[in-house]
């Protein structure tokens, strides 16, 4: 059942005021739908509220618009328009500043949850992990077994080789130092800077030690063999 004539007009009119803006006869009718005024009845709500001044209309060529009257409300002056501005630009950072904390912190989870491990890939790598504890055991059990993993021919090849680069590292360092000791006796330029402008580099300035390395040896033939 369709609203009575006055009840139609105040649906209209609160409608009007509502949307603040112009409208047509057409518009306030399709919008109204859902009460079931049919635009004729639309049409004569607004005439009648027009008539009686409580909404303002003007025609334009056969189109009559329908405007809610602006003096019920508050228009605010300049100053009032000013703190507004300026209360809308706080509001604006703060609303960036809270969409940017919550967008660090999703990266954040997002990032964590990332970086575990699925139950596939955690399967895998425990598989992995057996195997090569696996693999330790069985080394360990061999050692501890008095095992010989290396044979004592090749330990000598090796032990014969080391001592060899030793002797030719001592016989170049000598060489080296009687060189450098006939050069530089009556030079007058600073020997650091000399050295560094030769580009030359001693082995403790590449971090390493041939005395260190003959104790090695030395150890290594106190060291008693395993047959």
């Known amino acids: ?10 649906i209209v009119l609160s409608f009007v005021n509502e949307q603040n803006r112009p409208l047509n006869s057409q518009n306030v009718a399709d919008s109204l739908q859902k009460f079931n005024l049919k635009k004729a009845a639309v049409q004569k709500a607004l005439d009648t509220l027009a008539d009686n001044g409580r909404i303002s209309s003007k025609e334009y060529g056969k189109q009559k ?6 003096d019920q409300f ?3 002056n300049s100053e009032e328009l000013n703190r507004m501005k300026e209360e809308n630009a ?7 500043e809270y969409r940017k904390a919550i967008s660090e912190h999703d990266g954040a989870e997002i990032r964590a949850l990332q970086s575990n491990l699925t139950l596939e890939q955690i399967r895998d790598k425990e598989s992995t992990l057996r195997s090569e504890v696996k693999l330790m055991e069985e080394k360990l059990e061999k050692l501890r077994g008095g095992v010989t993993l290396v044979k ?3 330990r000598k090849a090796v032990q014969d080789m080391f001592a060899e680069k030793i002797r030719q590292w001592r016989r170049r360092k000598r060489m080296f130092k009687d060189l ?10 600073d020997l ?34 395993s047959e």
């Not at 618009?65 to 602006?70: D, G, P, S, V």
């Open 152 to 154: 004592p021919e090749e």
């Open 180 to 189: 450098w000791d006939t050069i530089t006796e009556n030079s007058p330029k």
């Open 74 to 76: 508050d228009i605010p």
């Open 65 to 70: 618009i329908y405007l809610a009257r602006q």
């Open 192 to 225: 650091k800077e000399f050295k560094e402008e030769l580009g030359l580099e001693y082995d403790e300035d590449v971090g390493v030690c041939l005395q260190s390395l003959c104790n090695l040896q030395q150890n290594g033939k106190k060291r008693p063999r």
């Open 1 to 10: 059942m369709a609203p009575k004539s006055n009840s139609t007009e105040e």
């Open 90 to 96: 706080q509001l604006q950072q703060q609303l960036e």
